[in-house]
């Protein structure tokens, strides 16, 4: 039977944590891990349906979404419970009966019994190695050292290490296979050194990113307080009045009160959605550091340099993510601040007054577009600019004032257009062909397996919260959803039998608004929720940067364009603008935006107006 020392030598160590396996699983592609490090990686990747495995990463489904689930590697499981119940004997010894082993040399890597530890300590080349109790190894309190003995040349130390195999290897066989065979070495102390410089930036960038995002939890705290004092001023005016008019006015006090408490959990709900969200983005990213920076306890070989690489890719990946955004808190202390207790001040005594918004809507610009009758869209871009499709080609980009700022893809009928958190854009042009440019409006090589414009018809572009690109059909009252990289669509959405020529997607569910000369919205089992719709009327929606949603309704013969606000749920909380008198177009064809400043771009076939 195989040594304590040769068994602990093969693959009884997780690639991720480094140790004995516990309660090994097993994926499909036969790579084994411990049951936690399995749980610690899903929890890195909070989004994904599948679990990729951190050595080979390929991709599978959990049964039943539970790494619990997996099966286990009973065998392997056996042996490494074998493995630590079994007497340890000394190493150097060259008897034939061996001594049990009372110490391990960390530097050495050798297993000593009392009289070979003592002839250990008493040479001078070895006074400085660590030499630990054996009960400290068997607990796992310290690490077993990695022999890097070569298996060609026993004596030789594996000083070196190959990247193209990725694996060390000793000077005579560096020089004999790998050189020969043009592969890349290196020293192993520098490989290692490299490694351990990653996990220092890298920690150094987690240190950044949670500074950051607990500022932004702060800054969450700071507009609840502000909302206070806001709630705190509108109840100590109800009872200023309500003490003139005594008991009299009881019912309408507490009438009054009851608009406010709805209200205040209202902006309450929003603002811990959003602390929730960041909560959850500092546990992901503290437990990718985690994974991460076990990395530095031994050096990295095989199957554990490969799931450290792969681990440090996603942590490289999220630390990219944008920085938390101020302004949704912001904007939603600023709605409420716009609410004011009004009271009656003469007549009416009994009624108190009224809880109201003094926010007061008009058009701030009222432009022609460059080209007349061509308007296909318009998105909201990522640097505060309304971007105004064509679809006798380009994309004009309009500040908050109304000024055209530039004029981009001059060559391209655009149909639709939107934008990824990236800032990357994503374009469907007239022919029903989907394209992703960089933030710089070039092109990128990714191909999307769409259908053309005669097969599939017309309709809206979005892109939801997973950074998926959702692509609707006229014809098929269907929408196709497709990931960044291209290719075949993903799966598709029904649409409950309303056709997507308009589409819009939440920021934070998976809910979405169709316009179909009606307003509807669809949960996330594509379920119809709710629909809006008014005699004589169109209805043109858009999701704004809170998730509330504006609807523009427009009597075209009439020329009249009233805007009112709803809630997620399509609840009316107040109107904006009533019956604005435009310009009229030659078909019934209009768009609804958002500025990221709260400003309102409403466009037809060639005019554009915003409203402050």
Request: glycine share 6%; aromatic share 8%.
């Amino acid at each position: 039977m195989a040594t304590f020392h040769q068994i602990s030598s093969q693959n009884l160590e997780c690639p991720i944590c480094l140790t004995f396996f516990n309660q090994p699983k097993s994926l499909t592609c036969s790579h084994t891990f411990c049951k936690k490090c399995l749980q610690r990686v899903l929890q890195t990747q909070p989004h994904q349906q599948t679990l990729k495995c951190p050595v080979c990463r390929k991709g599978m489904s959990l049964p039943s979404g539970d790494v619990e689930n997996l099966q286990t590697n009973i065998p392997l499981s056996s042996l490494v419970d074998e493995v630590k119940n079994k007497s340890l004997t000394c190493t150097v010894c060259e008897i034939d009966e061996k001594l049990p082993a009372l110490s391990y040399c960390q530097d050495c890597g050798k297993y000593m019994c009392k009289s070979c530890e003592n002839g250990h300590s008493s040479w001078k080349p070895f006074s400085n190695h660590k030499v630990v109790p054996v009960s400290e190894v068997l607990s796992e309190k310290v690490p077993l050292k990695r022999r890097r003995k070569c298996k060609e040349h026993p004596n030789d130390d594996e000083e070196y290490f190959c990247k193209d195999c990725q694996e060390y290897v000793c000077l005579r066989c560096g020089m004999s296979r790998h050189l020969q065979a043009g592969h890349q070495i290196e020293e192993a102390a520098i490989h290692e050194e490299k490694i351990m410089e990653n996990i220092k930036e890298l920690n150094k960038k987690v240190k950044s990113k949670k500074t950051s995002i607990e500022n932004h939890i702060q800054f969450i705290e700071t507009q609840r307080n502000e909302i206070a004092i806001m709630i705190r001023k509108l109840n100590d005016d109800i009872d200023k009045t309500y003490e003139e008019y005594m008991q009299l006015l009881s019912a309408r006090r507490e009438e009054l009160k009851s608009q406010v408490k709805h209200w205040s959990e209202k902006f309450e709900k929003e603002l811990q959605v959003m602390e929730e969200e960041s909560r959850q983005t500092n546990s992901h990213m503290n437990a990718m550091e985690e994974l991460v920076t076990n990395g530095m306890k031994v050096p990295l070989e095989k199957e554990a340099l490969f799931a450290h690489e792969t681990l440090c890719e996603n942590l490289k990946s999220f630390l990219g993510q944008d920085e938390p955004d101020d302004q949704l808190p912001r904007g939603v202390t600023e709605r409420a601040q716009k609410y004011v207790f009004r009271r009656y001040e003469e007549g009416n005594e009994l009624c108190l007054g009224e809880l109201e918004s003094y926010m007061c809507w008009d058009v701030k610009a009222d432009v022609g577009l460059p080209r007349q009758n061509s308007m296909a869209g318009i998105a909201r871009a990522p640097d505060g600019k309304m971007a105004v499709g064509s679809s006798k080609g380009g994309i004009h980009l309009y500040s908050p004032h109304g000024e055209l700022q530039q004029t981009v893809l001059k060559h391209v009928n655009v149909s639709k257009t939107g934008f990824m958190s990236n800032g990357r854009s994503v374009v469907r042009d007239t022919t029903g062909k989907v394209s992703l440019y960089t933030p710089q409006w070039e092109k990128l090589d990714v191909t999307f397996e769409t259908m053309s414009h005669d097969e599939g018809g017309s309709g809206g572009l979005a892109i939801d919260r997973d950074e998926n690109i959702l692509v609707g059909y006229r014809n098929l009252k269907k929408i196709l959803v497709f990931t960044p990289q291209g290719g075949k669509a993903a799966k598709y959405k029904k649409c409950d039998g309303y056709t997507p020529l308009q589409l819009f997607s939440f920021h934070t569910t998976r809910q979405l608004i169709l316009c179909d000369s009606v307003v509807v919205c669809l949960d996330g089992r594509e379920k119809k929720q709710k629909v809006l719709k008014k005699e004589c009327m169109s209805a043109y929606p858009a999701v704004c940067r809170d998730d509330s949603v504006i609807v523009a309704w427009v009597k075209h013969e009439e020329c009249l364009v009233s805007i009112d606000r709803y809630t997620r749920d399509l609840e009316h909380t107040h109107s904006l603008i009533t019956d604005f008198q435009i310009q009229k177009p030659v078909r019934n064809w209009y768009y609804l935006q958002e500025f990221d400043r709260g400003e309102i771009a409403f466009c037809t076939l060639d005019r554009l107006y915003i409203f402050d």
